[in-house]
């Protein structure tokens, strides 16, 4: 089984991450966490995130 390399809407990144909804969407909206459309549905591929995340803790 193929494990999940996206997320998808910005309840379950903020879940993922442990953070705060409005933290989450605050740092989408500056660009600091990038985000990809599927339609109308924000998706979040896991491998960026994490070195978006591992960036910012170095």
Do not use: C, H, W
């Not at 379950?12 to 339609?39: C, D, F, H, W």
């Amino acid at each position: 089984m193929a494990s999940q390399k996206y997320i998808t809407g910005y309840n379950n990144l903020a879940n993922y991450l442990g953070m705060k909804l409005s933290t989450v969407e605050k740092n989408v909206q500056n660009g600091i966490i990038p985000k990809r459309k599927l339609g109308v549905n924000a998706i979040f591929i896991i491998e960026e995130v994490d070195n978006v995340i591992s960036d910012i803790q170095n």
